[in-house]
């Protein structure tokens, strides 16, 4: 294998914004023809989970889940064969507000059900236990690379192993003391199903390769799409899923530490078989 | 730390607090980064990779490291000290000290590498899981070598947070002992050097990597997950399970990781299979412990020698005559090391002396 460029196929695509609730209402606005919603949606009830759990679900365990829940349904697959690539910047602030506080104050009043949302690996853990998988999954983090090591991860596991997988990235608002040094607003949540062949299922392909850079510039979003998700941690992912939906050939750029992620997206379907 | 309303041990490394980091890299200043330094000065690892750096140039090695909460001892801290406009101190407003990778970004500052680097976050499996990445970055030849491990450091959240999940022993850990009575935390840095090739081992032969689907903080109670990466890594080493010498089992002493261990490894593997917790010696150190107990398993290839199981005296009824008490001489040449963690995240890692014929 050599480290040139490499291909996959997106069989299904998930984003959840509040003022972009689904990738299926996501694709009008990024193209231009249809404004966003000017109330911001809800956060999504977190789908897979059982009740008790789903009310004491996390924004990032609710958000991740749902654009999951949703590629998968795009894609048509089994979520139960697929590993899945969870990223995310961050972590779920909240809960780290939540335990610094209470260490500083209470120490010994941790909540357990907070303690263990607080892991960086749970809402890939609520993943593995609401689906049924046994499928490895991996969370991961990399500053403001982190949209790029999860989408290479992800590429690297479907050239390696030559199966589908789930590529999920997620980031929430930070909140309490930790707002003050740690800057993330909203929420913004992705997800594609990634294939190593192309399917009926098949919406696009990216052809990616590493491009060395000092100081790698990453391709931009049209700015009315990018102030839909301004001042998320995972803003600069906005402009792949904005290609995605335009429907014509584009190249992206999203950084890594170091060197970047060149990304050619290009529409793909297969045609319709002939009627008969 | 703050001072600890626990009684509990701690598998705690001795002169974290007095050994600054130097003034280049003091931004990065915290407990768990102290850790990740010493860790880079011990066994001349630092000029290990400085000269792999001369090999193959700093942009063609990967960093893949594995930590469960980074710093964030550091943020507690800042939470400890608010200034009265709910500021934190001056000294901890670094937003890099505050993120998940604040640990791969001080170690990728400090090693001076430019390639591709992110941090594995799955609690206990966190610092196995990197080597089965980074081994796909070599495969695929994103990288020409890769700096992988992980570190944790005590912390208020692992040592409250454990506490109110009731899964700390008030006593030194005895893992498999039948009168257990939970872990005991313990914090470590650990790397190493994957290349390749190279003039002698240990190699790194395969691994395995499963999903529970069971519960966020509890194992399956077969096992299923567990036995998933341990079949996978076998045969991506081309390994029977006959031909393993030595396991080094995740055995945090908790009553339900321990029992499922257990009888997955008496289903599994014959009684020429010896196999034992190390962490009566160090204590579960979490995102770290993968990288630990692999390290702990390459000294007992070269030592030919396998550790016991300090602290137990006696093994509980679902152990098979594989996991051993007492140190042993043996010839070691295919070990596994298993890591199982929280969010029910399973890694196996198949290591050789030498290569399989």
């Known amino acids: ?276 | 730390m703050p001072d600890l309303p626990l009684a509990t041990w701690l598998g705690r490394v001795a002169g974290v607090e007095g050994q600054p980091l130097p003034p280049a890299l003091a931004a990065w200043e915290s407990r768990n980064n102290r850790l990740a330094w010493m860790g880079l000065a011990a066994d001349g690892f630092a000029e290990a990779v400085r000269a792999a750096r001369l090999r193959y140039g700093s942009d063609r090695i990967a960093l893949v490291l594995g930590t469960s909460t980074a710093s964030i001892g550091a943020s507690e801290e800042a939470y400890r000290n608010l200034e009265p406009d709910g500021q934190f101190p001056p000294h901890l407003r670094q937003p890099i000290l505050h993120a998940p990778h604040a640990l791969a970004d001080f170690v990728q500052h400090a090693l001076e590498l430019h390639g591709i680097c992110v941090t594995v976050a799955t609690a206990c499996s966190s610092s196995a899981k990197v080597f089965a990445q980074a081994e796909r970055l070599l495969r695929t030849g994103l990288a020409d070598a890769a700096v992988v491990g992980g570190v944790d450091s005590l912390c208020g959240s692992v040592l409250f947070g454990f506490n109110s999940l009731e899964l700390v022993s008030p006593e030194p850990c005895r893992p498999f002992d039948p009168d257990r009575r939970g872990l005991s935390l313990g914090e470590a840095a650990g790397f190493a050097l994957l290349e390749r090739d190279g003039p002698a081992g240990p190699w790194l032969l395969g691994y395995g990597e499963s999903s529970d689907a069971h519960h966020m903080s509890s194992p399956h109670p077969e096992g299923l997950g567990a036995r998933i990466a341990i079949r996978d890594a076998l045969d991506r080493a081309g390994l029977g399970a006959n031909d393993i010498d030595y396991i080094n089992l995740h055995g945090t002493a908790s009553q339900k990781n321990d029992a499922t261990e257990a009888l997955v490894v008496a289903d599994l593997f014959p009684a020429t299979t010896r196999a034992s917790s190390t962490k009566g010696w160090t204590g579960h150190t979490l995102g770290a412990a993968g990288i630990l107990e692999a390290v702990i398993t390459w000294l007992a290839m070269d030592a030919g020698f396998t550790p016991g199981t300090l602290n137990s005296r006696a093994l509980a009824a679902e152990c098979g005559p594989q996991i051993r008490l007492e140190n042993e001489a043996a010839e070691l040449r295919f070990t596994l090391s298993h890591s199982f963690g929280f969010g029910g995240s399973n890694c196996v890692l198949a290591f050789g002396r030498e290569r399989p014929a």
């Open chain 1, 1 to 276: 294998m050599s480290a040139g460029s490499q291909q996959v196929f997106v069989d299904g695509v998930g984003l959840w914004a509040p003022r972009l609730p689904g990738w299926e209402m996501a694709g009008p606005v990024l193209r231009g023809e249809a404004s966003a919603p000017e109330t911001l949606a809800a956060r999504p009830k977190p789908p897979l989970l059982a009740p008790t759990e789903r009310r004491r679900a996390t924004d990032t365990v609710a958000i991740a889940l749902e654009v999951a829940v949703r590629a998968c349904e795009h894609a048509a697959v089994d979520p139960r064969v697929l590993s899945s690539v969870f990223a995310c910047t961050h972590g779920d602030l909240a809960t780290s507000d939540y335990l610094c506080a209470t260490l500083a104050g209470t120490p010994t009043l941790v909540s357990p059900t907070r303690f263990h949302n607080s892991v960086h690996n749970a809402p890939a853990g609520y993943w593995s236990i609401g689906t049924g998988s046994l499928a490895p999954y991996t969370a991961l983090a990399a500053d403001r690379h982190t949209f790029g090591a999860g989408f290479l991860e992800a590429a690297v596991q479907v050239a390696c192993e030559s199966r589908p997988v789930l590529s999920v990235a997620y980031d929430v608002e930070a909140r309490g003391p930790m707002a003050t040094v740690v800057h993330s607003r909203g929420m913004l949540a992705t997800a594609l199903v990634l294939a190593p062949r192309p399917s009926v299922h098949s919406v696009a392909r990216i052809t990616w390769r590493l491009v060395s850079a000092v100081a790698p510039r990453p391709t931009l979003a049209r700015e009315n799409n990018a102030a839909l998700v301004a001042g998320n941690a995972l803003e600069a992912c906005l402009v792949l899923f904005e290609s995605l939906a335009d429907a014509a050939p584009r190249t992206v750029v999203q950084t890594l530490t170091g060197s970047a992620l060149e990304l050619v997206v290009e529409p793909w379907s297969v045609a319709a078989p002939a009627a008969g």
